[in-house]
């Protein structure tokens, strides 16, 4: 299993937001501060963006899951 881990020093961080990058297109995965797959395979492959955000504006983080 694999889990994605997100987290900010903003005050107040109001909610995280999970997207993956598939042909050219983000698509929305899921909210929450971690993203996990109990299960890994080849279709999990790619870039992942977590994205922290409040009232005062939005951040973003990237890795790359490669299998």
């Not at 299993?1 to 961080?13: G, I, K, M, R, W």
């Not at 993203?35 to 973003?60: E, I, V």
């Amino acid at each position: 299993s694999v889990t994605l881990y997100c987290s900010s020093d903003a005050n107040p961080v109001l909610n995280y937001t999970w997207s993956r990058e598939s042909e050219g297109q983000l698509e929305q995965l899921q909210t929450g501060d971690t993203l996990t797959f109990n299960r890994t395979d080849l279709k999990h492959r790619g870039w992942y963006h977590c994205t922290a955000q409040n009232q005062h504006g939005s951040q973003n983080s990237s890795v790359m899951l490669d299998i």
